[in-house]
């Protein structure tokens, strides 16, 4: 009975976002022991992402409310589940394993935890993430983006901030795992923004301090400073948006890994080189997260349009300023859906599955 509910449990984590793929090794299965009890493996497999409170899931499961009602709230303080306020009331609502679970686990991660996790990723998880629509999506450094072009507010990080009320930062999950593992780079840590709910959230469960606008942006202009790459979620009204490198990030990583990155990648800008104007210093080399740059033999800087995402960090600590950042064609350019949900669907879409519903 217990291995068939943590069986289950994998084969419905995997109907979400990229899902949660299975593994030789059944690396998974201890993960997901690690993570969850059998009993909330099956309060779990009760859940979907629609929010809903404990009497209507009492009500539905045919399960006693108080215990209910207390299963729930615990689950959602350990990370297994999302729970928002509502009125004088509360909602819970089930999680993919990313984004989710594993950053939800951001106060508990032991070293035990990241190697299971860096195990699981390794094997399968990582090689599942590369293959389908982003779940995040690069978005140019302000100041690397000509005065003059259109950009719209979700192509712009100081607008989505400035567009939020509620804003919390927290540990980026994939540098602390990597601390655990004594991998870690020696990149800025508090840089993962949470909004509106997803902020209350964080904050609540202590995972992560609320910061006014202005708090947010100087935390933005460092991460631009320490080479970090802007990912908000893929979508125009988003939730969260990380900082990201490509030593720790676990989406960056999975491009890394892509022939051609470009491809599964939500981004409409690119870089380019005015070949009489680089002085071949190499700065560049080091602040592309994605490898999408080397020096030709004529020692002038090339992109590999394959490998670039269009972040711009290597246009903003040009000295001789050969590097800008162009905007795609008209018929290139793919814009992030309007919702999250509507991300996840095509997700869904892709790998065949029915979506997150029961």
Wanted: net charge negative.
């Amino acid at each position: 009975m217990a291995e068939n509910v943590y069986h289950r449990l994998r084969e419905w984590l995997d109907v979400f976002s990229v899902g949660f793929p299975s593994t030789e090794s059944g690396v998974e299965m201890r993960l997901l022991k690690r993570l969850f009890s059998e009993e909330e493996a099956e309060m779990f497999l009760a859940m979907t992402p629609r929010l809903e409170p404990p009497e209507s899931v009492a009500e539905r499961t045919g399960k006693e409310p108080v215990h209910t009602a207390a299963l729930l709230e615990s689950m959602a303080e350990k990370g297994l589940l999302f729970r928002i306020k509502k009125g004088e009331g509360l909602l819970y609502g089930a999680v993919p394993f990313v984004v989710g679970l594993f950053e939800y686990q951001v106060k508990d991660m032991d070293r035990e935890l990241a190697e299971l996790c860096e195990a699981y990723f390794q094997e399968a998880f990582l090689e599942r993430c590369k293959d389908y629509t982003a779940l995040m999506r690069p978005i140019p450094v302000n100041r690397s983006i000509e005065v003059g072009w259109p950009v719209a507010p979700y192509e712009d990080a100081r607008a989505i901030i400035k567009g939020k009320d509620l804003i919390a930062v927290a540990p980026c999950i994939c540098r602390v795992q990597q601390q655990r593992l004594e991998h870690a780079c020696d990149k800025p840590l508090e840089v993962c923004f949470m909004f509106g709910s997803h902020a209350r959230y964080y904050i609540d469960r202590d995972m992560g301090r609320q910061v006014t606008q202005e708090e947010a942006l100087e935390i933005l202009d460092r991460c631009d400073e320490a080479g970090l790459v802007t990912q908000p979620f893929n979508a125009q009204n988003p939730g969260g948006m990380c900082n990201c490198c490509g030593d720790c990030c676990n989406i960056l990583r999975a491009l890394k890994h892509h022939p051609n990155p470009v491809e599964v990648t939500i981004s409409n800008y690119y870089a380019e080189v005015d070949p009489d104007a680089c002085v071949a210093c190499e700065t560049c080399l080091d602040r592309c997260q994605m490898d999408a740059i080397s020096m030709g033999d004529d020692d002038v800087a090339q992109i590999d349009l394959r490998r670039c995402i269009g972040c711009g960090l290597c246009v903003t600590t040009c000295t001789s300023e050969a590097l800008s950042l162009k905007p795609k064609l008209e018929g290139e350019r793919r814009d992030p859906p309007e919702k999250a949900v509507d991300t996840l669907m095509q997700m869904a879409q892709q790998r065949g599955v029915f979506g997150a519903g029961k």
